[in-house]
């Protein structure tokens, strides 16, 4: 391609002629489909633009098809146990270090992915932060952009949408609306926030309007031109295009929209066959559009159970190996370990640079103080001078009888009077 291309992946319940379907933003065209199972709501990822993955509706498993194939499905590296109901959406940062999820018994717990992956027997997995300020089961979520120091938005059947902050773990917005909010979504600069509302109307929350509140109520008689209307039933999902003109929406109506954000109209509806359970933009990856196209490493062989082979599970070749924590072999480190190593040199590589070195730190605040020392003695210098030439013209300046600060009047101011008197 000689530019990227803007794409919308979709999917329904119904799969009848396809389980995925992509198509040209903007011009409509359906460029591929994938076959195979039903993908059940906020389930598809992409991963390492290689490989297209859907957990199926009503079933335990994850169907990952190459980009140009179909090929294995499930592998189960870690178990966590920490929701006490339904795990209703699952999302990534974008760089993977963490993952965000919510249930239906009103938490939004945010994971580090390095932690989760230790696999220690003797550590009792918790996440980073428990988000529990929501009252009723979490409908969506989305993650911003900044890795560790992203936003993550939440959205919930009790009527609101709220806003996190990963690094601090800090509520920064409460928006309150008049119906249940089931799809949330920000555009990539994070200027407006989106929201489906279960009446089927999408609304445009502007962040940057409302600094340092946390708390306000959404009305939109008062909010005019930030409601798109159309939709006939619940808005399930919701996507920004890259420039932040385009949004798409999906719904139970079994259409899926595309709308132009400044005149909030509709431009484009597509009407699939059963209620819409995914639908978001991406820029289209080089192996979607060429037949030619092989992952760089293949999908490794999924096991069913925990620990693989130990369990019964049998033992295949021509896949990736990962191997994390107990399973490491001989003396070789466990990722996790390569990361701590790695963190320590990051570290000191940063302190040398901001602080050159605790050594060559000393040598600079012993010079830096010969350098006071210094401008202290030619500071003494300059004082003693200037006082010695200003008493030395003062002595000067003074008639032998006469009081201190009498200046003598010069011999010609004499000679010039006494001849006056003569006369």
Known sequence: MAAPMEVAVCTDTAAQLWSCVVWELHS?????????????????????????????????????????????????????????QDVSCLKFTGDSSHFISGGKDCLVLAW???????MDPSRILAPRHVWSRHTLPITDLHCGFGGPLARVATASLDQTVKLWEISSGELLLSVLFDVGIMAVTMDLAEHHMFCGGSDGS???????????????????????????????NQVTCLSVSTDGSVLLSGSHDETVRLWDVQSKQCIRTVTLKGPVTNATIMLAPVS?????????????????????????????????????GLHQQGSEPSYQERLEQLQAVICNTMEKNVLGGQDQLRVRVTELEDEVCNLRK?????????????????????????????????SSVWRSRGMAGAR
Request: glycine share 10%; proline share 5%.
């Open 28 to 84: 409509g065209a359906n460029l591929l489909t994938y076959r195979g199972g039903q993908a059940g709501p906020r389930g598809l990822a992409l991963l390492n633009d290689e490989y297209l993955l859907a957990a199926q509706l009503g079933k335990n498993y994850i169907s990952a098809w190459e980009l140009q194939r179909k090929v294995s499905t499930g592998n189960l590296l870690v178990i966590l146990s920490r929701h006490y």
């Open 112 to 118: 580090s992915l390095c932690s989760v992956l230790q």
């Open 202 to 232: 999408v609304f445009q929350v502007d962040l940057f309007s409302w600094p340092g509140q946390k708390e306000r109520n959404f009305q939109p008689d008062q909010d005019v031109g930030k409601v798109f209307r159309g939709h006939r």
């Open 288 to 324: 979607m559009l060429s037949s030619d196209f092989r992952p760089s490493l293949p999908l490794p062989h999924f096991n069913k159970h925990l620990l693989g082979a130990e369990h019964g599970d049998e033992s295949r070749h021509g896949g990736l190996t990962l191997r994390l």
């Open 378 to 410: 030619i500071n003494r210098d300059l004082f003693d001078f200037s006082t010695r030439i200003i008493t030395r013209r003062a002595k000067r300046g003074m008639s032998p009888g006469r009081p201190a600060g009498s200046l003598q009047e010069p």
